[in-house]
């Protein structure tokens, strides 16, 4: 990566040998000029001050100064370090970057692969914010990292119209549901549960043939309706554990369909035959349990 000092010194040379949209010694070369030693200096404030009169309803004569402030606000957002934030300098230097590369209609500004190159860095980072909020997860947080995560997919498709980023938001919602797996695990939070499987049900909904969320989610199902029965001891009454039995029976009947679906994305997979006849088992479906049971005998051999 090239040092800040670097980066501002092409910026200071684009200022005075780039092709400019505007007559030489112009008003808003000086203006940019002074905008760029400023930044430079660490006055951000002062140099967008310099670029505010350009800013106010920009055309192509402007681009130049949309691409210098969105540089500033970016610069100014590296240096105050504030992850998490979906407004303030990163959002502000996202708008003019994007503002600056519209009107740049040629495509031809010496300065537009590094108006590129800084709108890639800040949606990079709202997708390192993506990580570091599912790394510290609380439940009640998931539409804030997908508004994370959203606002890197706005800037990568931006960049690259035939991005396609459903592969990486299921990946986040997986991660979501292995988060709130480790919180029902501490809390025995029946939301918690519910979170797991709805986490995991969205990365269905966008990827219906990932054979791990399929199967994790049908694991997480079934081993639910276990903890239930497990959870009886002598002191349990004759109508809690009707309860239980009701209620484990549906977790059970829940579960079947995703081991189910399993089984056809990836046929004869010995983990998913061991669910398929666990799962019967714990139904009371002696012929299918032992169809599978077969079935797991002949995977295991082959």
Known sequence: MRSLSLIWMCAVALAVTGPCWAQPGSAQDLAIE??????????????????NPYLQAPSASEAKA???AGFLLKERFKKEN???????????AVRWLRQALDLDVRRV?????????ALGYLGGTYFDD???GVDAFEPGQEARILEL??????????????????????????????????????????????????QYEQA???????????????????????????????????????????????????????????DVLQPNRPETLRGLMIVHH?????????????????????
């Open 149 to 198: 995560f959203e606002a890197h997919e706005a800037v990568a498709s931006y960049l690259d119209a035939n991005l396609d980023a459903t592969a990486e938001r299921t990946e986040v919602h997986k991660n979501m549901a292995r988060a709130y797996r480790q919180w029902f695990e501490a809390t025995g939070d029946e939301a918690h549960f519910e979170g797991i499987v709805s």
């Open 204 to 262: 269905l909904a966008l990827s219906p043939r990932d054979m791990t969320a399929t199967y994790n989610l049908a694991v997480n199902i079934y081993n639910r309706g276990v903890a239930q029965i497990n959870a009886m001891d002598e002191n349990t009454t004759l109508p809690e554990i009707l309860a239980i039995n009701e209620s484990s029976r549906a977790l059970f009947e829940r579960a079947l369909p995703w081991f189910e679906q399993a």
């Open 109 to 117: 500004a010496p300065w537009r692969n590094s108006a590129e190159k």
């Open 282 to 302: 714990a139904l009371f479906h002696p012929e299918q349990e032992e169809a599978y049971r077969v079935q797991l005998e002949k995977a295991l051999t082959r």
């Open 82 to 92: 504030m992850p998490g934030s979906l407004s303030g300098d990163r959002a502000e």
């Open 66 to 68: 949309c691409y210098v």
């Open 130 to 132: 993506v990580v570091l």
């Open 34 to 51: 002074r905008a760029i030693a400023l930044g430079k200096a660490g006055q951000f404030e002062e140099g967008l001050a310099q670029l």
